[in-house]
């Protein structure tokens, strides 16, 4: 259970750098404009905003990749279930503040994650 807890946290650190890619390079970019549904003027007046928005995902990405390197398990698990919950409250802020669908896609695989994290914490 904690490989695939691992695993889990593992597809969220990298779902993260994903984001980090798409808001610092590709924002006014064909891929970028397509995932976001902007236009190419809204994407170059807000490109300064997104790529500091990228550089927190990048964060998060770190954090989360931090823990799961980290030779202490037990901090380690610590820095996971803390990055994990920044990603959850930044992935439902988003979802009420931008789209419904940053909740599917940033807040609920890391709420996955962090529920197998725990199971698996309980099953040691």
Do not use: D
């Not at 969220?12 to 006014?28: G, N, P, Q, S």
């Not at 390197?69 to 996971?80: D, E, R, T, V, W």
């Amino acid at each position: 259970m904690n490989l695939i807890a691992n695993v889990l946290v593992a597809l969220v650190a990298a779902l993260h750098i994903y984001f980090l890619v798409l808001e610092m390079f590709l924002w006014t970019k064909p891929k970028g404009l397509a995932t976001f549904g902007n236009t190419i003027e809204k994407a170059q007046a807000s490109a300064v905003l997104a790529a500091n928005q990228g550089l927190y995902n990048g964060f998060l990405a770190a954090g989360l990749i931090w823990g799961l390197l980290h030779p202490n398990l037990a901090f380690g698990f610590q820095i996971k279930v803390f990055f994990l919950l920044c990603v959850i409250v930044a992935g439902l802020y988003g979802g009420y503040s931008v789209s419904k669908r940053i909740i599917m896609v940033q807040a609920l695989p890391a709420a996955v994650a962090l529920i197998l994290l725990w199971l698996a914490r309980a099953a040691t």
